[in-house]
């Protein structure tokens, strides 16, 4: 798994558990289309594009769930590419813990006889 296929001539897609899309929008420049579940797939997607000699330039996120943005942190650190998505997605990217709030509908998880 984690394999690049290339479906046209500037446009690939990582076979992964969260499918991810590359559009190479020059000789060595490309474009991510969501990013992967976590660190892990950041970093494996991170290997892919280095063995193709391209630099990653800007992730593009599809929605906000985890699945399309947990390797996001990894690769701008790392790469330092810009991360663009929409105005409403952008509140749970930059602070990821809003994700279940969104996920449950707000409302909090019933007692499960844990006490904080």
Not at 61 to 89: F, K, W
Not at 95 to 114: H, Q, R, T, V
Request: proline fraction near 4%.
């Amino acid at each position: 798994m984690y394999e690049l296929v290339q479906v046209a001539e500037n446009t690939y897609y990582i076979n992964s558990p969260s499918k991810m899309g590359v559009y190479r929008v020059s000789d060595d420049d490309v474009w991510l289309i969501d990013s992967g579940n976590d660190k892990d797939a950041g970093r494996k997607v991170q290997k892919i594009l280095e063995a193709q000699g391209w630099k990653l330039t800007a992730i593009i996120n599809t929605h906000s769930n985890a699945d399309h943005i947990g390797g996001n942190t990894l690769l701008q650190n790392r790469l330092n590419c810009a991360v663009y998505s929409t105005p409403m997605e952008n509140a749970v990217i930059e602070a990821p813990i809003l994700e279940p709030s969104f996920l449950y509908g707000g409302y909090p998880f019933k007692n499960c006889g844990i006490n904080f």
